[in-house]
């Protein structure tokens, strides 16, 4: 059974930076790309948010982060990190990590991904 585990969230204040590592594990093979998605309170649906492919070498964003949060791959620890700098109180949200059995870059839709994190909480303070 396949499980990612989060960690990282916190509450900071505008213009801080967080760090959100998430780590896969029981049984995904190497074959597979990652993706962070966050739901903001009163939202019904996730918001993609960024995705690394399984080489850790093509990603793509959602371009309110652009230039402020970089997605990467943390071999060492067979993980998965977003690090978010310049954070907004619009950054507010409950961050999810999905994992998509694919060679190409993951989707962008909650649908594309085969398995889920339980969710990490990021609240910025204005």
């Known amino acids: 059974q396949v499980e990612l585990v989060e960690s990282g969230g916190g509450l900071v204040q505008t213009g801080d930076s967080l760090r959100l590592s998430c780590a896969p594990s029981?049984?995904?093979?190497?074959?597979?790309?990652m993706g962070w998605f966050r739901q903001a309170p009163g939202k019904e649906q996730r918001e993609f948010v960024a995705a690394i492919d399984w080489t850790g070498r093509t990603t793509h964003y959602v371009d309110s982060v652009k230039g402020r949060f970089t997605i990467s791959k943390d071999n060492g620890k067979n993980a998965v990190v977003l690090q978010m700098n310049s954070l907004k109180p619009e950054d507010s949200a409950v961050y999810y990590c999905?994992?998509?059995?694919?060679?190409?870059?993951?989707?962008?839709?909650?649908?594309?991904?085969?398995?889920w994190g339980r969710g990490t909480q990021v609240t910025v303070s204005s």
């Open positions: 029981g049984g995904t093979g190497a074959l597979y790309g």
């Open positions: 999905g994992l998509e059995r694919t060679t190409v870059l993951p989707g962008m839709r909650v649908a594309d991904y085969d398995y």
